[in-house]
Nanobody
Framework: QVQLVESGGGLVQAGGSLRLSCAAS????????MGWFRQAPEKEREFVAF????????RYADSVKGRFIISRDNAKNMVYLQMNSLKPDDTAVYYC????????????????WGQGTQVTVSS
């Protein structure tokens, strides 16, 4: 079983940057596809980015492409989301998620979820 804990959220002005971190526990973390999702108030949870287990394949939502970068360090059991040029529309709770190697942006395909970290971007 994998447990995920996000950190790094906060309040930032538009145009600023934040780096989210996700600490994973479990012996098989390095074999998991890891993703980031977000949910804004009164909106459905949406895909942000994923990275496959060796980091060779990444994918981003169109809304964050060119601004966000997902990365992972399997030796440290960590996944990161570097968020640049933040916009007020990026305000949401951000969730780290993992699945057993499926390269997908569908939330239902992810087996493990963190508790989320709040990101607020002021205009």
């Amino acid at each position: 079983q994998v447990q995920l804990v996000e950190s790094g959220g906060g309040l930032v002005q538009a145009g600023g940057s934040l780096r989210l971190s996700c600490a994973a526990s479990g012996p098989t973390f390095s074999s998991y596809t890891m993703g980031w999702f977000r949910q804004a108030p009164e909106k459905e949870r949406e895909f942000v980015a994923f990275i496959t287990w060796r980091g060779g394949n990444t994918r981003y939502a169109d809304s964050v492409k060119g601004r966000f970068i997902i990365s992972r360090d399997n030796a440290k059991n960590m996944v990161y989301l570097q968020m640049n040029s933040l916009k007020p529309d990026d305000t949401a709770v951000y969730y780290c998620a993992g699945n057993r190697g499926v390269a997908t942006g569908w939330a239902n395909d992810y087996d493990y979820w963190g508790q989320g970290t709040q990101v607020t971007v002021s205009s």
